[in-house]
């Protein structure tokens, strides 16, 4: 199962996190919810891979701790996403598409 692309439709914003939304249901610690807007990492699909902390050019992710989810017990927190230049290398190289960046959602910060 990929990343809701209309996640703002279908979600709700549960909290705050890193100065991002984190889109909800959360229930901590088996759902965690989706973090960020312009770029949104599903924390319930993302299995701690790598590729986009690797990959990305500006650092937008940084690791979190998520102790006992059932995925991963970390995931890559977009705690940067306003520095985002939407190249998509994230999106492209997530094994699980855990990951939707629209540039269209950058205003809606
Ligand atoms: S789209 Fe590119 S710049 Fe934006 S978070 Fe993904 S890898 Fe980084």
């Known amino acids: ?44 699909i993302c299995i701690a891979d790598g590729a ?15 102790p006992d989810h059932p995925e991963s017990e970390i995931k890559a927190d977009p705690v940067k996403e306003e520095q985002c230049i939407d190249c998509m290398l994230c999106v492209d190289v997530c094994p699980v598409d855990a990951i939707d960046v629209d540039p269209g959602r950058a205003g809606r910060l």
């Not at 979600?11 to 229930?27: L, S």
């Not at 990959?55 to 998520?66: A, G, M, N, R």
């Open 1 to 44: 199962m990929a990343i809701d692309p209309k996640f703002e439709e279908n979600r709700d914003v549960a909290d705050e996190h890193e100065d991002h939304r984190v889109w909800g249901p959360v229930d901590e610690p088996e759902q965690l919810g989706i973090h960020g807007t312009h770029v949104a990492v599903d924390f319930d």
């Open 52 to 66: 986009c902390l690797e990959d990305c050019p500006v650092d937008v992710f940084e690791w979190v701790d998520t």
